[in-house]
Structures are given as structure tokens and as C-alpha cells.
């Protein structure tokens, strides 16, 4: 088998655990999509960290002003976007108290801010041996808030609710097919060169999954 082959492989068994608890084990859906939307806040925080970390220190005014102007805006605002558009994707009937009384989630939520914390010390050390620009890091974050945004596009048209009371899985495993594809594709769609190894992605870059992986490791608990 090849490298490509069962790095595939190892991408969708990371990602299918929560589809297979909710089809197997009977997890609730919105909460996973709940746990999902707190793993794309913390990503972006840690990416936005990591930009912050790299420019504004450097010294140099023009990088200051193009982070202030660009990444330092957009950034933040579109972690507030992805949080406001929470309530959407799960939908009016989505019972907040029960959920938010939920140990499950709870754990699932610190799952992920320890891994965040983890992502974030991964992407310091990065730094001190490349750049924003070599580990593109922006393009990353794009692919991370896309991942969401297509997920709310889907929930606009209307794909839940064409499935009734297995809507919630069907969103999950959009989810998972977006996940698969941004942790592949961009590894492809990357190879203009711009990161300087010839498409390949650089071996300090951190992996921004890690909290979708605690995801999986907390529904495992319920």
C-alpha cells in the first residue's frame, strides 16, 4: 500500500469515530456539531495566536500594520461569526440547559482546550524555526473557517431538514467529509510553492485537528 494510501486511511479512522458513535452507540448529534464549532473557535484562536505572536513583535512596522490591518481584524471577527452562527446549524429546538448540563460536553470542551493548549505550544516552536508564510498559516485558517461555513451553507439548503430526525448525523458526516478534505486536499492545493518545499507541507507545521481528535476521545467516555 502506499504512503498516500495509508495516510488516507489514517485520516478517515481519525475522523469517522463520531459518525460511528452516533450511528452505533446512539450519541446525540447536535452535541457533537456543538463540540465541533468549539474546536473551530479554538483553532482560529490558535492560529490567530500564532500570527499575533510572529508579527507583532518583529519590529517591523510594515508587518505590524498588515496584521492589524488584515489577519489582526478578520481574525477575530470571524470567530465571532462562527460562534453566532452556532444556534443555526443546531437548530430552534435544541435544548441548551440539557446540554449544557451534559458531563459529556463539558469534558469534550476541556478535551479541547488542553489540546488547543497543546496546538498553540506546537506552533510557538514552529515559529522560532520558520514563518507564518513557510507554515501558511492564513491559508490554514481558511481552510478551517470554510470547513465550518460550508457546514451552515449546507444547514441554509436545507440538508437536515430533508432527513428528519437523522438530520443531526447527516450534518456530522458532512463535517467529517470536510475534515478529510481539508486535512488532505490542502496538502495539494498548497503546491504553488508558496511554502517554499515544493507543495509539501513543512514538517514544524502543527497540527490544527487536534481538537477534533479530543472530540472523539470524549464521546468515547459517555
Known amino acids: 500500500m502506499s504512503t498516500h494510501a495509508i495516510r488516507f486511511a489514517h485520516v478517515v479512522s481519525r475522523n469517522i469515530g463520531p459518525l460511528a458513535g452516533i450511528v452505533l452507540l446512539g450519541w446525540d448529534a447536535d452535541v457533537v456539531l ?5 474546536d473551530t473557535v479554538l483553532a482560529m484562536i490558535v492560529i490567530f495566536g500564532g ?6 513583535p518583529s519590529g517591523q512596522s510594515s508587518r505590524r ?6 489577519a489582526g481584524v478578520v481574525i477575530p471577527v470571524m470567530i465571532v461569526l462562527t460562534a453566532v452562527t452556532l444556534p443555526y446549524v443546531v437548530g430552534n429546538d435544541f435544548d441548551w440547559r440539557a ?3 451534559d458531563p459529556a460536553l463539558r469534558i469534550g470542551v476541556l478535551w ?7 496546538s498553540c505550544r506546537e506552533l510557538v516552536g514552529a515559529l522560532r524555526a520558520s514563518t507564518p508564510e513557510r507554515l501558511q498559516l492564513e491559508r490554514r485558517f481558511g481552510y478551517v473557517l470554510g470547513r465550518w461555513l460550508t457546514l451552515t451553507f449546507l444547514v441554509f439548503l436545507g440538508l437536515a431538514d430533508r432527513f428528519g430526525s437523522a438530520g443531526g448525523a447527516v450534518l456530522v458526516a458532512a463535517y467529517l467529509l470536510l475534515s478529510i478534505w481539508s486535512d ?4 495539494h492545493f498548497m503546491a504553488d510553492g508558496a511554502d517554499g518545499n515544493g507543495g509539501k507541507r513543512s514538517r514544524d507545521a502543527p497540527s490544527m485537528t487536534a481538537g ?4 472523539r476521545r470524549q464521546r468515547r467516555k459517555r
Open 112 to 118: 479541547q482546550a488542553i489540546a488547543a493548549l497543546w
Open 51 to 56: 500570527l499575533a505572536g510572529a508579527y507583532l
Open 184 to 187: 488532505v486536499a490542502p496538502h
Open 34 to 38: 456543538v463540540l465541533y464549532c468549539v
Open 99 to 101: 446540554v449544557l448540563d
Open 65 to 70: 500594520r498588515a496584521f492589524a490591518k488584515g
Open 212 to 215: 477534533a481528535d479530543s472530540t
